[in-house]
């Protein structure tokens, strides 16, 4: 969702925020995985470094790109997992 948001942005499209954040509470309601958030920032930091490589995905443009690998260095610095923090990097908030 948080990719598809970027494509649609500028910025994160709120419809694709509001979709993350619902996908992340419902599983976390269903699941009660908490362990998650200590995988999840080394997991999506790497998806961040592949869907920002231009050798995969050469069509991307270059602000969503730039934003990705923003985002990979935020998760690369968070720890544990914070959903809010990662809407505000990919909104380019501090």
Do not use: C, Q
């Not at 954040?21 to 599983?27: I, K, P, S």
């Not at 730039?66 to 809010?84: R, Y």
């Amino acid at each position: 969702y948080l990719f598809f948001g970027l494509l649609r942005g500028p910025g994160l499209a709120p419809v694709f925020r509001r979709l993350f954040d619902r996908l992340f509470e419902t599983y976390l309601a269903a699941s009660h995985d908490h362990e998650l958030f200590e995988v999840l920032p080394p997991f999506v930091m790497w998806r961040a470094l592949v869907l920002a490589n231009p050798l995969w995905y050469p069509k991307i443009p270059e602000h969503v790109r730039t934003a990705l690998l923003d985002f990979a260095e935020t998760m690369g610095e968070l720890a544990p997992f914070d959903p809010v923090a990662v809407s505000a990097s990919l909104e380019g908030k501090p």
